[in-house]
């Protein structure tokens, strides 16, 4: 007799428990050991991966897909080689596991320290982005956590190669398999059962837009890490030095337009120079950028279309983005308080005050002076790589890595002690 969906997936959760508990026991060694052979079974299995990816690519072009998502989606020889790399930077890191802190001898004897554990079992359900199949496993793998990974549609084939060749690479060193769990059913429903996989799974993150997002938020009975939308927000500063402001605006817009942490809304000091106007015309005309915005930008770029509150709010992932000028600093502040996803926002300025009220009073995961928000990344931060940004307030905020990975249980040491 076929399994229902929900029974599956509850064994799909079983599986993970278990395989949980042995990766537990493992030690650093024996993990990255794992790890290494991930690497090499990626690598070897490159042309089957490609072939898979070359299905969902035409798929998604069949399907008008836009060119932002179809970047996301897309891999080659280079992508995997660079995929493979990360697994060495995950393998060089520090294996949080086991260590402990705030470690104090109390007036009884008694020891007391915090000491960091896995989480348990890790749910994933993710849209478009292939790798995202590979970091999480290696990150979940170092931070001693089972993973379910369900992901999307578009990318089921490229998703179905990749985790089965961490599979086949676990196996091949003698351990469970169930370490990495992949859900080859992408149907709302599949989505939904994870959602509500209680018992098994310890903790579930959505990463993907925002309508997955919510849709997970919302409907969620297991504990959820929100990863966040990227309205990122550029602002110049009337002291920003031009050019600065310019090769900072091309690059977070323009470097990859697919990526969270792509620039979606830029923010221009009323008493910026015209200079400033006629180098971003050039990026604009360069890229072929649509762009939203005030009548004061109307007034100042060509072909601008009027803005409406939807086109300031709006994660774009395309050669599109909003601009609006602002009277000044507090004004950017205040329009990012009310647009902002509270993802990666950006200042350009010389001016140190204003550089601090920026970093003071932008709430956001990342916030930034004078640099790209393309660096909000887990690889940018030392991290290895990540398993998504984090823009809640709970647990873990930013990228995700391997620290966000785990918990903490209180250690107590005593000589017999009893209270009294």
Same mark, same amino acid.
């Given at each position: 007799?076929?399994?229902?969906?929900?029974?599956?997936?509850?064994?799909?959760?079983?599986?993970?428990?278990?395989?949980?508990?042995?990766?537990?026991?493992?030690?650093?060694?024996?993990?990255?050991?794992?790890?290494? /052979?991930?690497?090499?079974?990626?690598?070897?299995?490159?042309?089957?991966?490609?072939?898979?990816?070359?299905?969902?690519?035409?798929?998604?072009?069949?399907?008008?897909?836009?060119?932002?998502?179809?970047?996301?989606?897309?891999?080659?020889? /280079?992508?995997?080689?660079?995929?493979?790399?990360?697994?060495?930077?995950?393998?060089?890191?520090?294996?949080?596991?086991?260590?402990?802190?705030?470690?104090?001898?109390?007036?009884?004897?008694?020891?007391?320290?915090?000491?960091?554990?896995?989480?348990?079992?890790?749910?994933?359900?993710?849209?478009?982005?292939?790798?995202?199949?590979?970091?999480?496993?290696?990150?979940?793998?170092?931070?001693?956590?089972?993973?379910?990974?369900?992901?999307?549609?578009?990318?089921?084939?490229? /998703?179905?190669?990749?985790?089965?060749?961490?599979?086949?690479?676990?196996?091949?060193?003698?351990?469970? *398999?169930?370490?990495?769990?992949?859900?080859?059913?992408?149907?709302?429903?599949?989505?939904?059962? $994870?959602?509500?996989?209680?018992?098994?799974?310890?903790?579930?993150?959505?990463?993907?837009?925002?309508?997955?997002?919510?849709?997970?938020?919302?409907?969620?009975?297991?504990?959820?890490?929100?990863?966040?939308?990227?309205?990122?927000?550029?602002?110049?500063?009337?002291?920003?030095?031009?050019?600065?402001?310019?090769?900072?605006?091309?690059?977070?817009?323009?470097?990859?337009?697919?990526?969270? /942490?792509?620039?979606?809304? $830029?923010?221009?000091?009323? *008493?910026?120079?015209?200079?400033?106007?006629?180098?971003?015309?050039?990026?604009?005309?360069?890229?072929?950028?649509?762009?939203?915005?005030?009548?004061?930008?109307?007034?100042?770029?060509?072909?601008?279309?009027?803005?409406?509150?939807?086109?300031?709010?709006?994660?774009?992932?395309?050669?599109?983005?909003?601009?609006?000028?602002?009277?000044?600093?507090?004004?950017?502040?205040?329009?990012?308080?009310?647009?902002?996803?509270?993802?990666?926002?950006?200042?350009?300025?010389?001016?140190?005050?204003?550089?601090?009220?920026?970093?003071?009073?932008?709430?956001? *995961?990342?916030?930034?002076?004078?640099?790209?928000?393309?660096?909000?990344?887990?690889?940018?931060?030392?991290?290895?790589?990540?398993?998504?940004?984090?823009?809640?307030?709970?647990?873990?905020?930013?990228?995700?890595?391997?620290?966000?990975?785990?918990?903490?249980?209180?250690?107590?040491?005593?000589?017999?002690?009893?209270?009294?």
């Amino acid at each position: 007799m076929e399994l229902s969906l929900q029974e599956n997936l509850k064994n799909i959760g079983r599986n993970s428990k278990i395989a949980g508990k042995e990766l537990a026991k493992l030690n650093t060694a024996e993990k990255n050991k794992i790890l290494k /052979n991930i690497k090499a079974f990626l690598l070897k299995n490159m042309d089957n991966i490609i072939e898979a990816n070359k299905l969902d690519v035409e798929k998604a072009k069949e399907s008008g897909m836009s060119e932002g998502l179809l970047d996301r989606l897309y891999l080659d020889e /280079n992508r995997i080689k660079a995929m493979a790399e990360s697994i060495d930077e995950v393998v060089d890191l520090k294996d949080p596991i086991g260590s402990m802190s705030e470690v104090t001898t109390l007036e009884n004897g008694l020891v007391i320290g915090k000491r960091k554990v896995p989480i348990g079992v890790i749910g994933m359900i993710y849209e478009s982005r292939p790798n995202v199949t590979l970091d999480a496993s290696i990150l979940a793998i170092k931070s001693s956590n089972a993973l379910i990974l369900r992901g999307g549609k578009e990318a089921v084939n490229s /998703n179905r190669a990749i985790a089965k060749s961490i599979k086949e690479a676990i196996e091949d060193l003698g351990h469970d *398999a169930n370490i990495i769990s992949f859900i080859d059913d992408t149907s709302r429903e599949s989505s939904v059962e $994870l959602m509500k996989l209680k018992g098994y799974i310890d903790l579930l993150i959505p990463r993907g837009s925002a309508r997955l997002i919510n849709s997970v938020m919302e409907n969620a009975s297991v504990p959820v890490l929100e990863t966040g939308v990227g309205n990122c927000h550029l602002y110049v500063d009337d002291s920003a030095k031009i050019d600065m402001a310019l090769n900072i605006f091309k690059n977070a817009k323009t470097t990859r337009v697919g990526v969270c /942490n792509a620039m979606e809304s $830029l923010l221009i000091s009323e *008493a910026v120079e015209d200079d400033f106007y006629k180098g971003l015309q050039e990026i604009i005309d360069e890229y072929n950028i649509e762009v939203f915005g005030c009548e004061k930008t109307q007034k100042k770029l060509k072909n601008v279309k009027p803005a409406t509150e939807e086109e300031y709010a709006r994660e774009y992932l395309d050669y599109k983005m909003s601009v609006k000028v602002v009277s000044g600093l507090d004004e950017a502040i205040e329009h990012i308080y009310k647009y902002s996803t509270h993802h990666s926002d950006v200042i350009v300025t010389e001016n140190y005050e204003n550089a601090m009220k920026f970093l003071n009073e932008v709430d956001s *995961a990342c916030v930034y002076v004078n640099a790209s928000s393309r660096f909000t990344d887990g690889g940018a931060f030392g991290k290895g790589a990540e398993i998504g940004i984090s823009t809640q307030k709970l647990h873990a905020r930013g990228p995700v890595g391997l620290e966000e990975l785990t918990s903490e249980k209180y250690v107590i040491l005593g000589k017999g002690q009893i209270r009294i």
